[in-house]
């Protein structure tokens, strides 16, 4: 979380409120509030849930809780990777096909061909790593836009996975404890799946790695502007395909812990994710145009995300109605970090870099 | 190597497509001496300048540095050897914080790897006393973004930078073009302070005058190749304009 550099009342443009004191320290109080950068995605955040606890009262229980989580894994993972990658300022539209494809070829392996699971695993991994790094050499060195060429590898590796298996499913009923460690097991006595510290540990890593080191500060650099990124000595091209590696190396986990919480690998499963990662890493304040946006943003928007997905079925409505949803709440967040960011530069705040 | 010119550049070629930039150009700074670069628009100045600090690498042709044959590969490879620049552009990323400009590709860092993270605290004290010196006092805080800079002011930054940083060639790409003129006698004092620190100064300016007066040595560029090459006291700054406006004759 962004903290606030307290200007006191020297920095208040509105005449009056630099006399009263009362005036000034509600000011300052209010400025500490829009210096948070994800002030946007949690008020929608506030509005959603609210609705939904009014609407269905089993929305507040630990069932709804472990459902809302669980999407929240889903979209927050694959989620926090495209951000990173849209602040280097490249887009990865290949995370949904990557998401089928990795885990479907553990499932191959190890189920469907004896070989060790930890092995499965890792080749299937290594195997989104090579996709990753095959969008980020083709985007850097054809020089054509991201968005093209992930579209393209992405339409590509969806063919694969519908050819791997023949377009069936592949399906685990044993109790291996790797399936447990990803997903399969639940905490204690309640519904919530273990797969949400992977969400915690990779946003906890990846939101300090962008603030708190050097590398973090190329990541931003080469979104904001590349060339000027590389006339200050930034290895743009190294960052940038370290973020692409990076976006579909965690589009697979994102996909194989899902199979290790549901035990089950499907050629054709989250082809609307890519779009999903999309409105994730803008609603988390993000933009479009690079150098811009936040890990715990993302975050909270991939929970706000789980929480219409559950609010939707548990207050009746069908959930085919969960991408309109999405759509008047990409809109929603998106007015609202705007609005937030010129009140907050209305009071005179400046955001701890 | 003692003895040897700081920076040669023999016949030295750069185009871009089939348009021809810069060609055949000799050029060369000393430690301790400022050198003038000027022409018209196009003339390839800025061309010139950016094969000096790797951002371009040339198409053909020789660079010395200190001696030794270089061959940048990347501006990081030129800052590396002390060439530092400031770009006409000026090479500032507008939504990232003043600091984190000022030390962007340079970062200060604390604590072991795998810990190992930004020295904020101290990287905020450096770019403000460097900014203060600069003459930017009316800041408030170095976590400001960019873009909220006037044009002098990322102009004094980018000048604060390459000076906080200055290793053994300076390099200004019209360094003044949007500066007051009680700043710019700022930036020619730091200049000539640098100079007489024992660094090489390259600068590329349209003000003849200002050339004239801050320059040992004037080398005047047209159409991509070395028109001449003059010692600041062998000439008038009036002859040096009429030399820039193609009045070679006089
Ligand atoms: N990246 C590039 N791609 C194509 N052409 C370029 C590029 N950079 C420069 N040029 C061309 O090379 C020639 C020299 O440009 P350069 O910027 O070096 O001139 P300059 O002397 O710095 O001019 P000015 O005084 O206007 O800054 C111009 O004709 C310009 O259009
Ligand atoms: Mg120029």
Redesign the pocket.
Known sequence: MEGVTSQGTGAVTEPGATRSVGRSSLVSMLARVFAVQELGVLAAGLVIGSVFAFLSPEFLTMASAGSILASAVQFGIVGVGVTVLMIAGEFDLSVASVYSLCPLVMAWLWIDHGVNVFLSLTLALALAASIGAINGLATLLLNIPSFIITLATGLFWAGVSLNLTGGYPISYFGTSPVMSWLGAAEMGSSKISVSIFWLVAIVVILASVLRMTATGNWVFACGGDGRAARAMGVPVAVVKLGCFILSSVLAAFTGIVQFGSFGSATPTQGSDLALTALVVAVVGGGSLMGGRGSIVGALLAAIVLGMSYTGLVLSGVSTTWFQSFVGFLLLFAVIMNLRMERLGARFGVIRKS | MPGAKLFVLHDVTKS??N?V?IEGVVFEVDRGEIVGLV?D????????VKVMNGFYSPDRGVMRFDGRPVRFNSPRDARSVGIETVY?DLALIPALSIWRNFFLGRELKKGRAPFMHLAKAEMRNITMVNLREMGLTRLRSPDEPVDILSGGERQALAIARARHFGGSLLVLD?PTSALSVKETEKVSEAVRIARDGGLGVVI?D?NIGHVHRICDRIVI?ES?RVLNTVRRDEVTAQRVADMVAGRHAL
Do not use: P, R
């Not at chain 2, 628009?41 to 010139?48: D, P, R, Y």
């Open positions: 871009f497509g348009l930039a022409g628009n196009g003339a390839g100045k800025s061309t010139l006409q019209e590329i349209h560029m991509g």
